[in-house]
């Protein structure tokens, strides 16, 4: 029925954490199939792409790997040709600054009324980043899989934050292109040799790259986030407080329902 | 021979005999502009062909008409509400949309949901593709010409929606995924009523072999058009029964089930060699027997316990990474899941079906008559949501 | 019992000219036989849709929605009557009644009974044709005055698919003309009444049996020049939007949709003249009184059972490609016309 290495594996995949290993040296005893060919996919990428081989990462049937930049478009090749990743997942980009604007939850106030306290840009937080690591703000991310053996490898690349740009990967997997498009209107990634690298959805003169982290979400700068000030008062705690502060309390909080409501709205047509 | 190379060779020798006439009169080209608002796309997708008389130079999609950048807005909600917003990206198979995400998250948190939350959300999930598939037996021969099947398929598609309406409270958008299980069990009685649902379902799905599948103007409209061979799909990354229509035997409903339970079920993965619109339809048109023979399988052996396993009530995912992909009514959907140990996921990356499939377009479009444009557009099946996000 | 001899027979018409008279057998005609019949059919033909696709269909206006017609004649009527910004508005405005006029004209060779007709003309079928042919016209005019590119490409596909069965739709008809020795619309229906197949002349000879052939090459040529479905690559709403009709709003926009489901009622009219006898009915002598007033009804209820057909067609198949629509006709249906000609033509003689 499966045709994965082995059913059990499949299944372990979703249950059991993270089994593997940062680095393909520290695992020492593959304890199952899966593992070893994990492993055996890793050595035979240090082969073929040499130093510029960064890290990897292996759960169940999935590897992480990263490569260093300019091996991005070698590493697509490699995984195509010779080892049968035919099948393009999906292509796109992580910003791993944590957000200057934290959550934009906390604001249960008007923030047109009152302009929020510009965010302690002084230090801003440190950069971590997830699995198979990372170096720089900036990370592709990609992800092909091979449809006869049910592998798939996740692929990653650092950008450094002075030049934003990879080689393309539209010569090797033809779908990468839209979503190279998308990446590059989003975080502002540039591809070097993509056939036409214009807006996928946004509008051509928009300005700014929504997805990077420090890209406000205005929706939720201008007006308080409905779940807060929609919350109703527990009753025993109304009875509590003097006649005339319910009242205003009432009347408040129907007000800012109201400007919750329409704040919806202004999210994008959330609720469409 | 087979007849459809015959037609195949047939289609080619026309185009090219075109291709000498107008090379001739040097005919001056035209830019046809179809959509956002257009009877055949379904939402505001807008194509923008360049023709030749009637065949297409070259065709460009054009999206973002409804683009609602549902990656940024799930980077400011906690898990649970993601999936409200996540029920909106193929909204005609809603309770599909959830599931990857949720199971990604469950795998972050390193919770299983117990066996009859899984054997009901596998249901589920097959009912709404069912829910889609339906429609889109009937909206295909809508395309080529023929109104009467779309009555048909919304007539019947009524009976799955009434089914998913009973056990989530929700016709389109159920948001009944929860971390750790569902939200509710089943109300008595849904068993026997899904089953008289798949019953008329099957009988649908007849119907539709009878009227339009065995339909001979319906054959000539969709054999040998729009072609795709299986290395060029696979390289656009289209998947489900895009793909499988090419011949590629992937099923992640087989291959990867991860946290469904299909492995417990007797059933089959179609595919067809022809990788034309019709051998799509086809395969669709199996597929939605395929998911009744799942359903009615399933409602026989639900396990019996609890549907929500012990999860904290503010929900708290560990930092990590997780990708979770399932093989979705319109094609594999993925959640890229990056965590930092917040209530908000930190990144999440979308990975829809519909917009690898449609990304064929420019590929497939070259060179067919304005006609095929909304047959190929209609066999690759497409949700607007399911491209924009 | 001579043609003229029918005029002067109804006392008022003999002080009145020739033209005088015609104009009062059409207006009345109108009055009488497209309300009547427009609507009957128009109900019937929706009652029947709705059937076919599981559900009701009209059921507000009027008793089981009866007054339908009249009812969306009311709504048209109240709708702003747009006019594309860069179209030609002359050619936009004129080209829906050119096509009603083409629709219209064809009823007046039509004849109701031994005495109810509008006008005899001895080249009825041959002028039937020809007014046929005018909508090609109207639709065109609305393709290129619209100023829009699907009304353009809907107009040139309509106006290709209609030249190319316009052909099989006269060649059919030469069949019937060679066996009744007539084309005179009126004559034909009492060659039929008055026939009989091999000595047996109990139901006449109506020709859809001697020439079914014939019948169904001009049934399958009339579902393409109604661009009716699987022949509707013209008006193609997946596609095209409505074609030739996408710039049109208001009553304009009726008078198309009128002129789709009236000239499908005339164009049945036609066949039942042809192949089913028009309005004999076997049983009772051709000349017999009664049929002045049954005649018309036995023509609705011939018209209502063949449009019955075309729409059954209509909302059963999905459309042929243009391309293949034009190989149909000029690689199977023309040929097969011309064969049937020769067949008829030589039997004729043999016989």
Known sequence: MSRLSSPDTATADTATADTATVTPEASDTPSTEAEAAAEALVERLHNAIGEAFVESHARGVTHWIRVQRDAWADLAGYLRNDEGFEFFNFLSAIDWLPSPFGRDMDSAVDNVLNPPEPADSAEPAAIETGTAGGASRFQLLARVNDVTTGRSVIAKTDLPDDDLSAPSWVPIYSGANWHEREAREMFGVNFQGHPGLRHLYLPGEFEGHPLRKDYPLLARRVKPWPGLVDVELMPEIVENQPAADAVDAGASTSEDSAAGSSSADAEGGVSS | ?389 | MTLSAMISGIGVFSELSYWQVTSIRVAAGLVAVLLVAGTLVYVHLFKIVSFMQSRLGPMEAGPYGSLQLLAEIGKFLQKEDIVPRRADRFVFKAAPFVVLASTFLLLVVLPGGPDAWFISNDLGIYLAMAVGSVSVIGILMAGWGSASKYSLLGGLRATGQLIAYELPLLLAVVGVVIQAESMNLQQIVLVQANGEIFGWGAIGNPFIITQFVGFLIFMVAMQAELTQTPFDMPVAESELVTGYMTEYSGLRFLLFFIGEFATAGVFSAIAAVLFLGGWYVPGLEPTDNLFNVIGPLVLIGKVVLLSFLIFWIRFTFPRFREDQLQRLAWKFLVPLALANIVVTAVLKVVI
């Not at chain 2, 799909?233 to 087989?254: C, E, F, K, P, Q």
């Open chain 2, 1 to 389: 021979m087979t007849v459809t190379e015959r037609q195949q060779l047939n289609y080619i020798a026309a185009q090219a005999a075109d291709a000498r006439v107008n090379l001739e009169i040097e005919t001056e080209g035209m830019t046809l502009n179809i959509g956002p608002q257009h009877p055949a796309t379904h939402g505001t997708l807008r194509i923008v062909a360049k023709l030749d008389g009637e065949q297409v130079v070259s065709a460009e999609p054009v999206m973002g008409y409804m683009h609602r950048g549902y990656e940024k807005l799930a980077e400011v909600r906690t898990y649970p509400q993601v999936t409200t917003l996540i029920n909106r990206i193929d909204w005609l198979g809603s309770f599909a949309n959830e599931v990857p995400f949720i199971l990604a998250a469950e795998q972050l948190m390193e919770v299983e949901a117990p066996p009859r939350a899984q054997w009901i959300r596998t249901i589920l999930f097959e009912l709404s593709r069912i829910a889609n598939v339906t429609l889109f037996l009937g909206d295909m021969a809508v395309q080529v010409g023929a109104i009467t099947p779309v009555f048909f398929a919304f007539r019947d598609r009524e009976h799955v929606l009434n089914q998913i309406e009973a056990a989530t409270g929700g016709r389109f958008h159920p948001n009944f995924d929860r971390i750790g299980g569902l939200k509710d069990d089943l109300p008595a009685g849904w068993i026997d009523e899904t089953r008289q649902a798949m019953r008329k379902i099957r009988s649908f799905c007849d119907q539709i072999e009878e009227l339009v599948e065995g339909n001979e103007i319906f054959q000539a409209r969709t054999r040998g058009i729009g072609v795709i061979p299986a290395e060029v799909g696979l390289s656009y990354g289209l998947t489900g029964a895009n793909i499988r229509a090419s011949g590629v035997d992937w099923d992640l409903r087989r291959d990867n089930p991860c946290g469904l339970v299909y492995d417990q079920v007797d059933w089959r993965v179609w595919t067809h060699p022809d990788g034309d619109s019709f051998a799509r339809f086809w395969v669709r048109l199996q597929e939605t027997r395929e998911a009744i023979k799942i359903v009615e399988q399933l409602l026989d052996g639900i396990p019996a316990g609890p549907v929500m396993a012990k999860v904290p009530v503010i929900i708290k995912v560990p930092p990590g990474e997780a990708h979770v992909e399932t093989e979705n009514p319109l094609g594999v959907m993925g959640y890229y899941i990056v965590s930092k140990g917040d209530l908000f996921p930190f990144r999440v990356k979308i990975r829809s079906a519909s917009f690898s499939n449609v990304s064929i377009t420019p590929w497939l479009l070259k060179g067919v008559y304005v006609p095929d444009i909304i047959t190929i557009l209609g066999s690759l099946y497409f949700i607007l949501g399911d491209i924009d996000r």
